[in-house]
């Protein structure tokens, strides 16, 4: 079967029903095989191991992209339990479970995060869609949208403190010229 999702950075892939369905390509760029703090057993085992800023897949492949890159920031000067986010050196890998598990944002993340976005479409399908997810821990939704000129459809709020959006792209279909 061939796979007409991408999950471009698939992490412990906590949301999905089925972890191995068939017709998503997960992706990471880490692997990760762990205990939490909690004891609770953690992995990061993609299809494919690549960064979303640089994704090694033909224009055009994919009916959807999920996009849920990492969003804490690794070093935001806050005074974060260190058992909780590890070191907040840039240099240092991460040790904490919450970036253990959704991964690091660095000081140069609104650059990562636009590459990632104009991957995520570069990759996309016309007429395709692209589920972003984004927690506003750190960093408010808004100042992220503006990282990508592609408008999104519509979003919802969840999570305990309805501080992670759920947001829906669809890639513009250009129709051709007439003859």
Not at 4 to 10: P, Q, R
Not at 55 to 69: G, L
Not at 107 to 130: H, I, N, Q, Y
Not at 151 to 173: A, D, L, Q
Request: glycine share 6%.
């Amino acid at each position: 079967m061939r796979k007409t999702i991408l999950d471009a950075c698939c992490g412990g892939k906590m949301f999905y029903f089925d972890k191995h369905d068939e017709r998503v390509l997960f992706q990471d760029i880490r692997k990760v095989s762990t205990h939490l703090c909690d004891g609770r057993s953690f992995e990061v085992n993609p299809d494919i191991q690549a960064d979303f800023t640089n994704m090694p897949y033909e224009d055009k492949s994919f009916s959807m992209v999920v996009f849920d890159p990492p969003h804490l920031l690794r070093n935001a000067g806050k005074s974060k339990m260190a058992d909780m986010y590890g070191s907040l050196n840039e240099k240092a890998s991460p040790t904490g479970y919450q970036q253990i598990k959704y991964g690091a944002l660095y000081s140069d993340w609104r650059d990562m995060l636009a590459k990632g976005f104009k991957e995520c479409f570069r990759v996309l399908k016309p007429g395709g869609f692209l589920i972003f997810k984004w927690n506003e821990t750190d960093i408010k939704v808004s100042e992220v949208l503006k990282l990508t000129p592609e408008k999104p459809i519509f979003g919802h709020i969840s999570g305990k403190r309805s501080n992670t959006h759920w947001i829906c792209f669809m890639k513009e279909i250009i129709k051709e010229e007439s003859r």
